[in-house]
């Protein structure tokens, strides 16, 4: 469905109500019949709401495209001003502020709603009439329960919880409609008419998303803009050369699938045009997934558990209902999805979260839903975009708040992203050679690291045809560089530590984590002087409300070139898991890398069975799957300047370093100490 085709598809239903809640919403933003301080909220969000009203009616007119610069500045200020940093201080949409404004009782709730108000805004420029009407209904239906009240006489907040609830169970179905259908349905051509069809060289066109516009989406389109028509194209190459290559190594049938999804950051369209092309080339219609960098990450990070205030078991069933529901309407285009084609960002500052008891968490009950939900949502998923069709890639480049070194970190990437697959996989096999005589892998840090573990390694039966560690060079996971396996749970017991590491965005201090049998025993780290804060730090963004995970990847980096470059521009902190993950040895909490894939043999180029595909937990796949699946993998690299060994342990007894004070010791291997030695 084409751009202005959206506007045309509105319903008549939803046309009127939003005619009248509109004119609702203009009272409300010229005089709100409220008690103070309550009348200013109402004011301050019926205005933004009139924002997005005004920028829906210039896409229904179709005059959007047709800002100027300064107009699209302008908008782009007026829909994401009052949550950036410097004004978020005094934003109703910052639980801290809602609360000493509005008190304990509604400012949680009311600071979720202008949350809320805001995941409108891309939808308006997509021409979304639904999604503004129900968010305008559902601000006045609020509204509505403090009309006219007394200061004193104020509503019961379970009025105001109920509203919410039934908002977001009633409308389950729309959201997860279309989560499903932007996921699989290439009809779903919002983002590929910005990519195909806007000229590139006229910035205005990042303003079309309605996306939060930086100074990294600006700098780094036009950046682009800058290089060579043979260097996009290359770069377009080695992102969809390695797309497809995943499915050749690992023997699954690309010509089966119509699409593939690219998900790709506002501003590096030039690129993703050129690969749009080539993936047609392979057949593949695209579905399109764009993304900016983040208007706030405190804003993110305080409303991320905002579904504690109306999450219970009933909210979840009617979500998996939903789903699923969603999913077979779909199920043609699902079953054509081929996967995800991921163009990830690094360099934008570290960032340390603020925790605010103001914002909502979850309970201990609603951690476990998250749990189940998460489980039941990914066998769904799973069921109509089968995990053994499927394959992925992802690759990493920069952005220019990196710092002033930008364009040469930029050209370092693209030369890390191009190394020498063959080199590399050659010095990689020899590693494997041994790493397959092992009974077991012990990995200790040096100086103020304290890792101390033992890895039990998968036996084969058979070890002139199989092995146990997977040959990884630049497909799938670009750049090349490691080698991993799947290890047994049982036996493999210590302590995990890394000084400093950054997961998923969010900074760790001194995170330690012990192991027993294989699975996470307790866990700290130094961030917060409250040692339960800590934990709870860990718990929520690693272990992602689980009591406990297993270690489902223990791999070797091999990259020192990523290494070397991160330590030549100070930037170890900046690299995304995707990158950091080759710089050393990494251990991921969570599931296999072989998730859903277990039974689906795959080869190393050597032409052994990569056998370890498995372990006890997802060995409960076929009678108990939601056991079996956590829905989450998160890698924990050791950098070499904090490791000490990685010595393999045969069941007879003797030893064999492959890494020994920080250094490649394996015969075959020096190569990798070059660029630790510059």
């Known amino acids: 469905m084409g751009y202005q085709e959206c506007y045309k598809e509105t319903n008549e239903l939803a046309a009127e109500r939003y005619e009248l809640v509109a004119e609702r919403i ?48 302008a908008d782009n200020e007026a829909l994401y001003g009052e949550i ?63 009309e006219g009240a007394a200061a004193d006489a104020l509503p019961q907040e379970k009025e105001v919880q109920q509203i919410l609830y039934w908002y977001f169970h009633d409308y389950r179905e729309i959201f997860d409609e279309r989560s499903v259908r932007r996921l699989v349905n290439p009809a779903e051509d919002f983002e590929k008419e910005i990519v195909m069809q806007a000229d590139l060289s006229d910035l205005r066109y990042l303003y079309r998303y309605g996306a939060y516009i930086g100074e990294n989406e600006r700098q780094i389109a036009a950046y682009l803009n800058t290089l060579p028509e043979a260097d996009i194209q290359a770069m377009a190459d080695t992102y969809t050369e390695g797309y497809r290559i995943g499915f050749e190594t690992t023997g699954k049938d690309l010509s089966k699938k ?20 080539n993936f047609e080339k392979m057949g593949l219609e695209v579905t399109m997934l764009a993304s900016g960098t983040a208007a706030n990450k405190q804003y993110d990070y305080d409303h991320r558990e905002d579904r504690a205030y109306y999450l219970d078991k009933a909210y979840v069933e009617r979500g998996l209902e939903t789903w699923k529901n969603a999913f077979e309407e779909e199920k043609v285009h699902a079953n054509g999805m081929a996967g995800p084609a991921v163009i990830e960002v690094f360099g934008e500052e570290p960032f340390s979260p603020e925790t605010k008891k103001e914002a909502f968490r979850y309970g201990e009950k609603q951690q476990q839903l998250c749990v189940y ?19 992925f890639t992802i690759i990493a480049y920069p952005l220019p708040s990196i710092g002033a070194r930008f364009e040469e970190i930029f050209a370092e990437t693209v030369k890390i992203n191009t190394l020498d697959y063959m080199l590399y ?3 990689q096999q020899k590693m494997i050679d041994v790493l397959d005589q092992a009974d077991r892998v012990h990995i200790t840090g040096k100086g103020a690291n304290k890792t101390d573990l033992y890895v039990n390694i998968w036996k084969l039966r058979n070890p002139e045809g199989e092995t146990a560690f997977e040959n990884c060079v630049a497909d799938v996971n670009i750049p090349v560089g490691e080698v991993f396996t799947s290890p047994v749970l049982e036996g493999t017991n210590g302590k995990l530590h890394v000084g400093q590491v950054y997961l998923n965005g969010l900074n760790y201090k001194n995170l330690e984590i012990d192991f027993k049998d294989g699975m996470v025993e307790k866990y700290t780290c130094t961030n917060f002087e409250d040692e339960a804060e800590n934990k709870n730090y860990i718990r929520d963004n690693v272990l992602m409300h689980h009591e406990t995970l297993p270690m489902g990847e223990f791999a070797i980096g091999t990259n020192t070139t990523a290494y070397r470059m991160a330590r030549d521009y100070d930037i170890a902190d900046k690299l995304p898991i995707l990158i950091a993950e080759k710089t050393g040895p990494h251990f991921a909490v969570g599931d296999t890398c072989y998730s859903h894939e277990e039974d689906n043999l795959s080869y190393n180029p050597d032409g052994k069975a990569i ?7 997802s060995a409960q796949r076929r009678e108990n799957p939601e056991k079996a699946y956590l829905n989450c993998h998160t890698d924990i690299t050791i950098p070499y300047d904090e490791l000490d060994k990685i010595t393999v342990i045969r069941k007879d007894g003797t030893t064999e370093d492959i890494i020994a004070d920080g250094r490649f010791v394996l015969a075959g291997t020096e190569a990798l100490n070059g660029p630790l030695d510059r």
């Open 26 to 73: 203009a009272e409300i933003a010229e005089a709100a019949q409220a008690p103070e301080p309550f009348a200013e909220y109402f004011r301050t969000n019926a205005g933004y709401l009139q924002s997005l009203r005004a920028l829906y009616e210039k896409g229904k007119s179709g005059s959007l495209a047709a800002r100027s610069m300064e107009e699209c500045e």
């Open 84 to 146: 950036l940093p410097e004004a978020y201080g005094h934003s109703y949409a910052n639980p801290a502020y809602a609360a000493a404004r509005l008190g304990e009782t509604f400012g949680g709730a009311l600071s979720l709603l202008a949350a809320h108000l805001r995941t409108a805004c891309g939808e308006v420029f997509r021409g979304n009439l639904m999604q503004l009407t129900i968010a305008m209904e559902l601000f006045v239906e609020v509204y509505n329960c403090f």
């Open 258 to 277: 119509t699409a593939a999804q690219v998900r790709y950051p506002i501003g590096f369209e030039r690129m993703v045009r050129a690969a749009v092309c």
């Open 373 to 391: 939900e998460m489980s039941q949502r990914g066998q769904i998923t799973n069921q109509y975009i089968k995990g053994e069709e499927r394959s």
């Open 425 to 427: 996989r050659n010095m």
């Open 611 to 617: 056998v370890a595909r498995e372990n006890t937990v």
